[in-house]
């Protein structure tokens, strides 16, 4: 049995040492950035702390991540003060914002559901109808002077059809017994 290689060399340890690469540098930044940032949410979640981070990228780009804020962390360690208990203004406001956006972004699903039902009806309506009007079934008697003309052409397509057909299969029969004698 074969055993089939591996595309990918899978998670490796990296040596810690200065990347030379400036595009290797700039990606393993942006990675290892977005990594950070998440261990920062899960310190602050697991103990309820305050955290403020700051670095450049290798391009000099600043970045920057606080919670609740980064002017309250930056305030508290400046003026080396703590703040009052459950001094969650901050944080709830960005959580009232988010809830907002949320409520938002709902909405205009719902109206874009809605929508899409409406047109939805209305196709199974035209279908139905449809299928009650078949263009061949309608009688003579009801058709104005278009739709006449517009029902001859069909008929004479079908007929121009139909005889293309039937001239082709008794040439393809006067062949097969032409073979035969």
Same mark, same amino acid.
């Given at each position: 049995m074969a055993t089939s290689g591996k595309k990918t060399r899978g998670r490796q340890k990296i040596e810690?040492? #200065?990347?030379e690469k400036?595009?290797?540098?700039?990606? %393993?930044?942006? *990675?290892?950035?977005? $990594?950070? &940032?998440? *261990?920062?949410?899960e310190l602050t979640t697991l103990c309820g702390t305050d955290i403020l981070f700051l670095c450049?990228?290798?391009? $000099?780009?600043?970045?920057?991540?606080?919670?609740?804020s980064i002017d309250s962390?930056?305030?508290?360690?400046?003026?080396?003060?703590?703040?009052?208990?459950?001094?969650? %203004?901050? #944080?709830?406001?960005? @959580? *009232?914002e988010r809830i907002n956006q949320i409520t938002q972004y709902y909405n205009e699903a719902s109206m874009q559901v809605d929508a899409a039902k409406d047109t939805q009806?209305? #196709?199974? @309506? @035209?279908?139905? $109808?449809?299928?009650?009007? #078949?263009?061949?079934? %309608?009688?003579?008697?009801q058709l104005n002077q278009q739709e006449l003309e517009?029902?001859?052409?069909? &008929?004479?397509?079908?007929?121009?059809?139909? &005889?293309?057909?039937?001239?082709k299969k008794v040439a393809a029969t006067s062949n097969?017994?032409?073979n035969l004698l």
């Open positions: 810690m040492k #200065l990347i400036e595009d290797e540098k700039l990606i %393993t930044f942006s *990675k290892r950035r977005s $990594g950070i &940032y998440k *261990k920062i949410c450049f990228s290798p391009a $000099g780009k600043p970045f920057s991540f606080g919670v609740p962390v930056a305030n508290r360690f400046f003026n080396n003060n703590t703040p009052p208990p459950n001094d969650n %203004t901050q #944080l709830e406001a960005h @959580q *009232k009806k209305i #196709l199974a @309506q @035209q279908a139905s $109808g449809r299928e009650t009007n #078949l263009w061949w079934e %309608t009688p003579i008697e517009e029902l001859e052409s069909r &008929y004479t397509n079908h007929i121009n059809k139909l &005889y293309d057909t039937l001239s097969a017994n032409e």
